[in-house]
Every structure is written in C-alpha cells, then in structure tokens.
C-alpha cells in the first residue's frame, strides 16, 4: 500500500486545458527487491469480482476527472482508432521497459491498436522521460509556467498524463510525463498508470480498493481488476460522448464478453 501521499510525493494528473488533458525484464541487481515486490503483488492480487464491482469501479473511473480546469468530464472519453506511443528520452533502459509495458497492455485489452511509434510525427501519446530534477521544468514546458506552478502546488506530481479530445469526446492525443531515476517500482507504477489513465480513465478514486486509480494502491503491473475496466472502455459498444445511462444500457452484454476475455487471457477459472 502506497502511504496517503505516495512515496510522499506521487500523485497522477489528469487535467482538463479547454479541453480534458490529464514478460521478462531485465534490471539490474539493486533493483532485484523492487521487482520482487511487483512479484508479489501479482501472486496475492485479489482476481475474483462481481458484475457490480466491475461496473461500480468502471463508472466511477470513466466519468469525471481527478483535477481539471475546464471542459465536460460526464461523457465517455477515449480514442477511436489506433494508438502509437513515442518514447522521448535518453535512458535505453527505460525505453525498452516502456515498450514491454505498452505490449504488456496491447496483450490485455482486446479492442485497442496500441504499439510503439518509431517518431513523434508517427504516434499520437509523448511519453516523455525525464530525470526528476527535470521534472517541473518539462511540466511548464507541457502546460506553462503558470498552470505548472498550480499542479505542483495542488498535486506535487513525480509523474503525470493529460490528453486533448475533439467535441465529440474522441481523444485526439496524450501527454504522458515519467522520471527515470526514482527506482524500478516508481517507473513501473508511474508507467502503467499514466499511459492507461492517457487513454481516457482519468477519474481517480478513493473509494475502489483494487483500482491503481486510487492514490492509496501501488501496483507496478496491468492488475486484472483494471483489464475489466480498460476492456469495458475499450469495447466497440463504449462510444466516445456517451453518457452515463447510454453506457448502463449495453453494459450488461459488454461485461459478459469483457469477462470471457479476461478469463482467457489470464487464465482464470470459470
């Protein structure tokens, strides 16, 4: 569990400027016990959840927006074609940890294209990669000076991800902003959850204890509570605009082939 103010300084971001913005790895040794502990997480990992608290969990993260400053967060928010992902930086390391990350999460949400881009020009998600003394220079670089002193202020974010969607709510592109110098665990924690929370669920909440969308989880891997909810996002019936009720009145035939695929792809049982 993560302390309330994650590692006493991680929190994510999702902020709205007009519009809403928000396998096997190789590490070294000292590195060695972060990794276990991602390990670990995933063998004690609660897998087993009702039809409730799938959709609870799902309209809960959908709709709204942890922090933002303008637009309209009740309708569905996601992209509607292919998602290629650039990452800008210079640690190799990272940048291969960041491409398993992104087949990781291709893998385990059936309606999403989502790879990696060979050039800026080529993707539509920037993950930029950066040192953490760094960090608040490429925040005001992304957003101002002005809006970047309010996120440190109000969040005093380590890592954070924003996107610009059209009037009909399709994201359009993401920002994603990940430090490569705070240990494996950070990178890992930081990485799943912004490009994820990039793609549209950018709600975090308190109240669902098996989301990494709750400041007070750290998971450092795609947990399967949260493929129930990118699939449900991600399934052709969820439209980008769709409301509230739009979505409660074809979330009962979604979340039964969102189950199947889940089941499958984690080898869960029936």
């Keep these: ?51 409730n608290e799938i959709v609870e969990g799902f309209l809960k993260i959908a709709f709204g927006a942890e922090y933002h400053l303008a637009g309209r967060v009740d309708r569905i928010r996601k992209y509607d074609g292919p998602v290629r992902v650039f990452a800008d930086g210079t640690r190799a390391d990272r940048k291969a940890q960041l491409s398993k990350i992104v087949a990781d999460i291709a893998a385990r949400i ?15 998600v920037q993950v930029k990669l950066v040192r953490d003394r760094d960090l608040q220079r490429t925040i005001a670089t992304f957003y101002g000076s002005e809006r970047a002193r309010e996120i440190r202020s109000s969040l005093d974010p380590q890592c954070l991800s924003g996107f610009r969607k059209n009037e009909k709510f399709e994201i359009e592109r993401s920002d994603v902003i990940l430090t490569v ?26 109240t669902v204890p098996w989301t990494m969308f709750n400041d007070n989880v750290s ?36 979340l039964a082939d969102v189950r199947a695929f889940v089941r499958k792809v984690n080898n869960l049982p029936q």
């Design 1 to 51: 569990m993560r302390t309330p103010r994650r590692y006493q300084h991680l929190w994510t971001l999702a902020v709205a400027l007009g519009v809403v913005v928000l396998g096997d790895v190789a590490v070294p040794s000292a590195a060695a016990g972060e990794m276990a502990a991602i390990a670990q997480r995933q063998r004690t990992e609660k897998k087993i959840f009702t039809d």
């Design 219 to 254: 998971m450092g891997y795609f947990d399967v509570y949260d493929q129930y909810l990118l699939n449900l996002l991600y399934d052709p019936r969820i439209k980008p605009g769709m409301t509230v009720q739009e979505v409660k009145a074809v979330l009962p035939d979604v």
């Design 110 to 124: 059936q309606h999403l294209d989502i790879a990696m881009a060979t050039s800026l020009e080529d993707a539509n």
């Design 181 to 206: 110098d705070n240990g494996d665990f950070v990178f890992f924690d930081c990485a799943y959850e912004e490009l994820l929370q990039s793609l549209g669920p950018i709600n975090d909440t308190s």
